[in-house]
């Protein structure tokens, strides 16, 4: 059976999965991020190929805004200095004799979901990954929606839901990351004077009308965040996940609620089936993909 490496690159970790045709993870290990990069990067996908030959191409999913076509990263500049402007494809084929595919985390992410995840089945999908910022990600018939002139497609965090609304690291104001999210979910608890964490705000919910109030101000946002992609995309189905994913069997009633007067018609939402292995399944998928 076909074998592809799919490497996940993060601001502090870089994990690499050496994965069969039908998403089975054969191998998989973690390295720490370490700048420069490219060189540390190329250096261990040698090491997996040597390791496991039969890798017949390798697909990279990476933090930052990335030019699927060129293979090329145009933007990563605070997380991964130096990241910009590499041509990673182009580099990495080079030096590899493999074929090289490469895509926003996010993205990738997204891809594993719809193709071996909560979304399998379906052609139209939409991720939201909440975690410490709102990712995203859009599969439009079997593909994902990606790149653009500034490889900002699917960029959902920033669409801006409140004008004016809090200020956002794109240095924008009220971007749907400022208040989806799990960093937004913390920031609405304090504002709210309450001493709990996420989950148990979650928790505390059940009870207490002030926990309550901060838990329908978040699913009320995500409502919105929701029916307006919907308007959109006319998607057969969201996938949730991140952070605050795990406690959905909390909120998810809340926000099928805030949900039935937003939508213009009925949509299916799931959480999320993929943790950690998302990244990794997504990126060898991009090159599974097409072949
Ligand atoms: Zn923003």
Redesign the pocket.
């Known amino acids: 059976m076909e074998k592809v490496l799919g490497v996940d690159i993060g601001g502090t970790k870089i994990r690499m999965g050496i994965i069969a045709a039908d998403g089975t993870i054969l191998h998989e290990e973690q390295v720490p991020t370490v700048i420069p990069l490219y060189p540390y990067l190329e250096q261990h996908v040698i090491r997996m190929l040597i390791k496991e030959p039969e890798i017949a191409s390798i697909g990279i999913g990476t933090h930052g805004f990335v030019d699927p076509k060129e293979g090329k990263i145009i933007y990563a500049a605070e997380t991964l200095p130096g990241w910009t402007g590499t041509p990673v494809k182009e580099w990495l084929e080079l030096a590899t004799g493999r074929r090289v595919e490469v895509e926003n985390d996010a993205n990738a992410a997204a891809l594993a979901e719809a193709k071996f995840g909560a979304a399998k089945g379906y052609g139209r999908v939409v991720v939201l990954t909440l975690g410490t910022g709102l990712g995203g990600g859009i599969i439009w018939d079997g593909k994902l929606l990606s790149g653009g002139p500034h490889g900002g497609a699917a960029e959902l965090?920033?669409m801006i839901l409140h004008p004016n609304g809090v200020q956002?690291?794109?240095g924008?104001h009220g971007?749907n990351?400022m208040y989806v999210s799990g960093t937004a979910l913390r920031r609405r608890i304090k504002e709210a004077g309450l001493p709990y964490s996420p989950p148990e705000l979650f928790e505390k919910a059940k009870t207490d009308s002030a926990a309550r109030e901060v838990v329908e101000g978040f699913t009320a946002d995500l409502a919105v965040v929701i029916s307006s992609l919907q308007a959109a995309f006319d998607m057969d189905i969201v996938i949730i996940g991140g952070g605050v994913s795990e406690a959905a069997d909390l909120w998810m009633d809340s926000l099928q609620r805030q949900l039935e007067p937003v939508l213009l018609n009925p949509l299916q939402i799931e959480v999320a089936q993929f943790e950690n292995d998302a990244g990794i399944l997504g990126a060898a998928l991009l090159v599974l993909e097409g072949e």
């Open positions: 965090g920033h956002c690291a794109c924008r971007c990351e």
